[in-house]
């Protein structure tokens, strides 16, 4: 791209999410990135090279969608993957067997058998703790701890995770924070600004948000992590294709306005689940009483679209899964359609029994990612899937 075409940065984020990191191709005037379909690049001569030679190593596509992940995190440096779980394992990449991880214990469970039956197995570490009590963070820091990888809000109990505190934490003993950002989206929390090291993205989910694409991104500021994750990102291949790169972008461009009507939908779901009879409790990091409500206002500007509840009747969970209409039961989140979850077998169904139970989730527990739907639709169609329960 020409000099001259890129965004500063110095724009409202509403703004750098519409335009990305190029506003428009230098070459053609198109509003719109260019979907290079190609897997190799045609070089003038020998030891000459456009800059792109091979798409497993780079694509235009991708690099406009890592340079505008970069921007709107708040990151210099962005990676794209072909799914988030491709993201967490090259950052275990630029570490070392011997390595001790210290991990949120309540996350998804991918992540969990990531490391526990596999990274394992090459001589890595982990220690599973409540990260929203950072004194049991401190409790499991020892002289391998080399990094603290936190979900906040955390998958699917919606805890949080003081980003600042945790970071000045690790840091303090030369380690590293990695924070999965996913829940929240670029628009509502940027770790990085609050001290973390390396942000990690589920894109299949917010930032893509139409149910419609998997991808996976890293966004950091450290030069020094940057040739070892390209190395690993061009060595192991797991790259996002181009077609799925322009989904991104495309659904980047709508990020704000969709954000704003998750948060908007999922308080007043919140709300009516909370007063429902069949619901005992709701987690919901937006409700002024959640044991983190202060934190989490004074680190992100919004609190998200997803809910978490638990059942008074276990029985009662086949029952709405099963009758809910207009919300979908499906595994996932973020989408435009609203999702409705059973963790225990389908997103935590990796996590040891014990674990499980310990973080909370039980088979009482319900997640529902609130779409963009009339609000008033969405509590319909659980008011009607309730009324099928049996008193």
């Given at each position: 791209?020409?000099?001259?075409?890129?965004?500063?940065?110095k724009?409202?984020?509403e703004?750098?999410?519409?335009?990305?990191?190029?506003?428009?191709?230098?070459?053609t005037?198109?509003?719109?990135?260019?979907?290079?379909?190609?897997?190799?690049?045609?070089?003038?001569?020998?030891?000459?090279?456009?800059g792109?030679?091979?798409?497993?190593?780079?694509?235009?596509?991708?690099?406009?969608?890592?340079?505008?992940?970069?921007?709107?995190?708040?990151?210099?440096?962005?990676?794209?993957?072909?799914?988030?779980?491709?993201?967490?394992?090259?950052?275990?990449?630029?570490?070392?067997?011997?390595?001790?991880?210290?991990?949120?214990?309540?996350?998804?469970?991918?992540?969990?058998?990531?490391?526990?039956?596999?990274?394992?197995?090459?001589?890595?570490?982990?220690?599973?703790?409540?990260?929203s009590?950072?004194?049991?963070?401190?409790?499991?820091?020892?002289?391998?701890?080399?990094?603290?990888?936190?979900?906040?809000?955390?998958?699917?109990m919606?805890?949080?995770?003081?980003i600042?505190?945790?970071g000045?934490?690790i840091?303090?003993?030369?380690?590293?924070?990695?924070?999965?950002?996913?829940?929240?989206?670029?628009?509502?929390q940027?770790?990085?600004?609050?001290?973390?090291?390396?942000?990690?993205h589920?894109?299949t989910?917010?930032?893509?948000?139409?149910?419609?694409?998997?991808?996976?991104?890293?966004?950091?500021?450290?030069?020094?992590?940057?040739?070892?994750?390209?190395?690993?990102?061009k060595?192991?291949?797991?790259?996002?294709?181009?077609?799925?790169?322009?989904?991104v972008?495309?659904?980047?461009?709508t990020l704000?306005?969709?954000?704003?009507?998750?948060?908007?939908?999922?308080?007043?779901?919140?709300?009516?689940?909370?007063?429902?009879?069949?619901?005992?409790?709701?987690?919901?990091?937006?409700?002024?009483?959640?044991?983190?409500?202060?934190?989490?206002?004074?680190?992100?500007?919004?609190?998200?679209?997803?809910?978490?509840f638990?059942?008074?009747?276990?029985?009662?969970a086949?029952?709405?899964?099963?009758?809910?209409?207009?919300?979908?039961?499906?595994?996932?989140?973020?989408?435009v359609?609203?999702?409705?979850?059973?963790?225990l077998?389908?997103?935590h169904g990796?996590?040891?029994?014990?674990?499980?139970?310990?973080?909370?989730?039980?088979?009482?527990?319900?997640?529902?990612?609130?779409?963009?739907?009339?609000?008033?639709?969405?509590?319909?169609?659980?008011?009607?899937a309730?009324?099928?329960c049996?008193?």
């Amino acid at each position: 791209m020409k000099e001259g075409t890129h965004c500063t940065g110095k724009q409202a984020l509403e703004t750098l999410l519409v335009h990305g990191a190029t506003p428009f191709d230098p070459v053609t005037g198109a509003v719109t990135t260019p979907i290079y379909q190609s897997s190799t690049f045609r070089h003038p001569g020998l030891y000459e090279s456009t800059g792109y030679d091979y798409s497993r190593s780079i694509n235009p596509t991708r690099t406009e969608l890592e340079r505008t992940l970069a921007l709107i995190e708040g990151g210099r440096f962005g990676l794209a993957f072909a799914s988030g779980m491709g993201a967490i394992s090259s950052i275990i990449k630029i570490f070392k067997p011997g390595d001790h991880f210290i991990v949120s214990e309540d996350l998804y469970g991918g992540t969990y058998r990531l490391f526990h039956e596999y990274y394992e197995k090459y001589g890595f570490s982990f220690s599973w703790v409540d990260s929203s009590d950072l004194s049991l963070v401190e409790a499991r820091i020892r002289p391998e701890t080399k990094a603290v990888f936190v979900e906040t809000p955390s998958n699917p109990m919606m805890k949080v995770t003081d980003i600042r505190r945790c970071g000045e934490l690790i840091h303090s003993h030369g380690g590293h924070l990695i924070v999965d950002n996913t829940f929240l989206s670029p628009y509502f929390q940027n770790p990085l600004k609050l001290g973390a090291d390396l942000v990690v993205h589920s894109g299949t989910k917010y930032l893509a948000g139409h149910n419609d694409t998997l991808s996976g991104f890293i966004v950091h500021d450290n030069e020094g992590f940057e040739e070892p994750l390209r190395t690993v990102q061009k060595s192991e291949g797991a790259v996002l294709a181009p077609f799925d790169a322009w989904l991104v972008l495309r659904g980047i461009k709508t990020l704000a306005l969709r954000m704003r009507r998750h948060e908007s939908n999922a308080l007043q779901v919140a709300r009516w689940l909370r007063e429902h009879p069949r619901v005992e409790q709701v987690f919901y990091p937006g409700f002024a009483d959640h044991p983190q409500y202060q934190l989490s206002c004074s680190q992100a500007r919004g609190h998200g679209g997803m809910i978490s509840f638990y059942l008074k009747n276990r029985d009662d969970a086949a029952v709405l899964l099963r009758q809910v209409s207009l919300i979908l039961f499906a595994e996932s989140l973020g989408g435009v359609e609203s999702l409705l979850t059973y963790p225990l077998v389908q997103t935590h169904g990796a996590i040891p029994e014990a674990m499980r139970l310990s973080a909370g989730v039980n088979d009482r527990l319900m997640r529902l990612s609130v779409g963009i739907e009339a609000p008033e639709d969405i509590i319909a169609d659980l008011d009607a899937a309730f009324s099928y329960c049996i008193i």
